[in-house]
């Protein structure tokens, strides 16, 4: 029985008895071994060492990572928020907004709209009413401030 022995070397190499390795050809020569300084020797000797740590691959993790920075891997079935926590809804009402108030803006400088109608149709950009820029241009359109381009 190597129990004695295999605590002893744990101690010293600083690990776990399981991590102990004990040379199966010289087994009598580490039965006779019974001080912490017999172990220390044949530790010194090679008949006993540390095993190795075993460590966890992060190669696939790592994968996972490259396609998920491409915007891989984003179903319904990976989405733990709601739609709104995920893109909030006064990040989506921005990317709306500023394209529109950007488009009446360069209709009111060149000349195309005046004041009032830039005024009437930021109003109403700002309750919602056009869901998009292309939205605002059928609507002027239609109206028939702006001509078709």
Not at 31 to 52: F, M, P, S, W, Y
Not at 75 to 89: C, D, E, L, Q, W
Not at 105 to 120: S, T, V
């Amino acid at each position: 029985m190597l129990r004695t022995q295999r605590r002893l070397a744990a101690d010293l190499l600083k690990c776990g008895k399981n991590r102990v390795w004990i040379d199966p050809e010289n087994i009598e020569e580490v039965e006779k071994a019974v001080t912490r300084r017999d172990v220390e020797n044949l530790i010194r000797q090679g008949l006993i060492k540390a095993k190795k740590k075993k460590g966890n691959s992060r190669g696939r993790i790592r994968e996972v990572l490259i396609k998920k920075a491409k915007g891989h891997r984003t179903g319904h079935g990976s989405r733990k928020g709601k739609a709104t926590a995920r893109f909030p809804r006064k990040r989506r009402w921005i990317k709306t907004i500023r394209p529109i108030r950007a488009y009446l803006r360069e209709l009111r400088d060149k000349g195309l709209i005046d004041r009032k109608i830039y005024r009437l149709y930021y109003r109403r950009a700002k309750g919602g009413q056009f869901k998009n820029k292309a939205h605002l241009k059928m609507h002027l359109t239609m109206e028939g401030i702006l001509k078709e381009e």
